[in-house]
């Protein structure tokens, strides 16, 4: 999965920010605003809230594509075991309407489609899609849940087969739902790490591209700044992506 060009423009935010600071310190005493939001001291905070926040998100990125890679490698056999479950669950011959049963659950199993998460697309498109993708795989795992108790109330159903065995598809039914909850988490910790990065970018009323603006109009202002100011011109901040 590889970075949105929303993602990209967010990290040179944070970069270019940090390049200002460095721009305006070296203005020593030159630098000498009335407006509090851009104090160097606010500056310097903000900047410093950034790198919290930008090692936050190089953090949890990692660990969300490694257990949404991993959720889907233990999903991928589900259906095909469903129906293998299905079709041993028929050969006991218990009757027509509890193999009914057995049946549509396994179609209501096939049924649920995964949602996957595709990869480079746009960040807010994918932040949506999350939501979906956890409730497809929640629903897919309460169904496999409900084959393996209907076979578990049906005490003929004894296959010599291991992996089709009412202990094994519980197992396997656990592991799929630890991996469920892991890719759970690590999407809530990701969502949370790209709110805090968007209210201080773009969303906050003293957010980082409202004090580069701030910053600007000072500095055309200031007398012997020029160059000052050209080098903070020359530093790019791209708005949030629409």
Same mark, same amino acid.
């Given at each position: 999965?590889?970075?949105?060009?929303?993602?990209?423009?967010?990290?040179?935010?944070?970069?270019?920010?940090?390049?200002?600071?460095? %721009?305006?310190?070296?203005?020593?005493?030159?630098?000498?605003?009335?407006?509090?939001? %851009?104090?160097?001291?606010?500056?310097?905070?903000?900047?410093?809230?950034?790198?919290? %926040?930008?090692?936050?998100?190089?953090?949890?990125?990692?660990?969300?594509?490694?257990?949404?890679?991993?959720?889907?490698?233990?999903?991928?056999?589900?259906?095909?075991?469903?129906?293998?479950?299905?079709?041993?669950?028929?050969?006991?011959?218990?009757?027509?309407?509890?193999?009914?049963?057995?049946?549509?659950?396994?179609?209501?199993?096939?049924?649920?489609?995964?949602?996957?998460?595709?990869?480079?697309?746009?960040?807010?498109?994918?932040?949506?899609?999350? /939501?979906?993708?956890?409730? /497809?795989?929640?629903?897919?795992?309460?169904?496999?849940?409900?084959?393996?108790?209907?076979?578990?109330?049906?005490?003929?159903?004894?296959?010599?087969?291991?992996?089709?065995?009412?202990?094994?598809?519980?197992?396997?039914?656990? /592991?799929?739902?630890?991996?469920?909850?892991?890719?759970?988490?690590?999407?809530?910790?990701?969502?949370?790490?790209?709110?805090?990065?968007?209210?201080?970018?773009?969303?906050?009323?003293?957010?980082?591209?409202?004090? %580069?603006?701030?910053?600007?109009?000072?500095?055309?202002?200031?007398?012997?700044?020029?160059?000052?100011?050209?080098?903070?011109?020359?530093?790019?901040?791209?708005?949030?992506?629409?």
């Amino acid at each position: 999965m590889g970075k949105s060009n929303s993602e990209v423009g967010d990290v040179k935010n944070l970069a270019n920010y940090n390049e200002a600071i460095i %721009i305006i310190q070296g203005m020593g005493t030159l630098y000498n605003p009335a407006i509090p939001a %851009i104090h160097l001291n606010k500056l310097l905070l903000v900047n410093q809230k950034a790198q919290v %926040i930008s090692e936050e998100f190089k953090t949890v990125t990692p660990l969300f594509k490694v257990s949404i890679a991993e959720r889907a490698e233990l999903y991928e056999p589900l259906n095909r075991l469903g129906t293998r479950v299905q079709n041993a669950f028929k050969a006991f011959r218990l009757g027509n309407d509890i193999n009914d049963t057995m049946v549509s659950l396994n179609k209501k199993l096939r049924g649920e489609r995964i949602v996957k998460i595709k990869k480079d697309k746009p960040e807010d498109e994918e932040t949506a899609t999350i /939501s979906t993708a956890q409730t /497809s795989f929640d629903n897919k795992a309460s169904t496999f849940d409900d084959m393996i108790k209907f076979a578990i109330a049906n005490p003929a159903y004894k296959p010599n087969e291991v992996e089709l065995q009412t202990a094994t598809l519980k197992q396997y039914h656990t /592991s799929i739902m630890k991996a469920n909850n892991m890719a759970s988490v690590n999407s809530v910790k990701l969502l949370n790490a790209r709110k805090n990065r968007d209210e201080l970018l773009y969303e906050n009323p003293d957010n980082i591209l409202e004090l %580069i603006r701030t910053i600007k109009d000072y500095l055309k202002s200031l007398k012997g700044a020029e160059q000052y100011y050209k080098k903070i011109v020359k530093l790019k901040f791209k708005s949030k992506a629409p």
